[in-house]
């Protein structure tokens, strides 16, 4: 089974621009999540996605947006981007039947702001 | 405000000996605990979980315990091999079902061969 794949894997950007950035889960996984990791900060919630509808929410401006489609398929956003956006972008999906369950994470999408 | 601290940012240890890592909560309404091993340019991997109603849960080299009441976890990889040398984050997670998973900054293990 193929794991989650992030589109692009690495990008740069100037300040002031938009970006979108794309993730496709584990087949069958409906639920989706995004996080940012920056040097000492870690992994930083973003936000989570399950049948098209924004579940959970980080502590993150309005500038990052997201989606799901119907496919699972999601799409993360972030606009006017500042210096201080550059990092990992980290997706994860996961299954949700019910137990504890595991999220699995793609190889994430490098973002570099200039 | 760090719900998951991970006060270690690196560790070393000799390969064939006992890995430590630890990792301290604050939030108690966590009920659910992982960790991940991350290497440079891949995205976190899944190691092993324990759920708060356990104390220790083992799979092959990696055992996990969990001390609820000094909101502590740690992670024992015994015996230690060169290919552990990664990244290791703790996360944790409340209620059932919601994904959203806290992580800590990350402890870099280094196995010396």
């Known amino acids: 089974k193929a794991g989650v794949t992030q589109t692009p894997r690495y990008l740069i950007k100037t300040r002031g621009q938009q970006v979108t950035l794309s993730c496709s889960p584990i087949s069958g996984h409906r639920s989706v999540s995004w996080y940012q990791q920056t040097p000492g900060q870690g992994l930083q919630f973003l936000f989570e996605y399950f049948s098209e509808t924004q579940r959970n929410k980080g502590n993150f401006p309005g500038r990052f947006s997201g989606r799901q489609f119907s496919n699972s398929r999601s799409e993360m956003n972030v606009s006017t981007l500042e210096l201080g956006d550059s990092a990992l972008y980290l997706c994860?999906?996961?299954?949700?039947?019910?137990?504890?369950?595991?999220?699995?994470f793609g190889p994430g999408t490098r973002l570099l702001v200039l | 405000d760090q719900q998951v601290k991970q006060n270690s940012p690196s560790l070393s240890v000799q390969e064939g000996r006992i890995s430590i890592l630890n990792c301290d909560y604050t939030?108690?309404?966590?009920?659910?605990f992982l960790w991940y091993k991350k290497y440079p340019a891949e995205g976190p991997t899944f190691l092993i979980s324990?759920?708060?109603?356990?104390d220790k849960n083992e799979d092959g080299r990696f055992t996990v315990f969990l001390n609820k009441s000094a909101k502590h976890l740690s992670l024992h990889i015994v015996p230690s091999q060169p290919g552990d040398s990664a990244v290791y984050f703790c996360?944790?997670?409340?209620?059932?079902?919601?994904?959203?998973?806290?992580f800590g900054t990350g402890t870099r293990l280094t196995i010396i061969p």
């Open positions: 939030n108690s309404m966590f009920d659910y």
């Open positions: 324990i759920s708060s109603i356990k």
């Open positions: 994860a999906s996961s299954l949700l039947t019910g137990g504890q369950e595991t999220q699995y």
């Open positions: 996360a944790a997670r409340k209620d059932f079902g919601n994904e959203k998973l806290t």
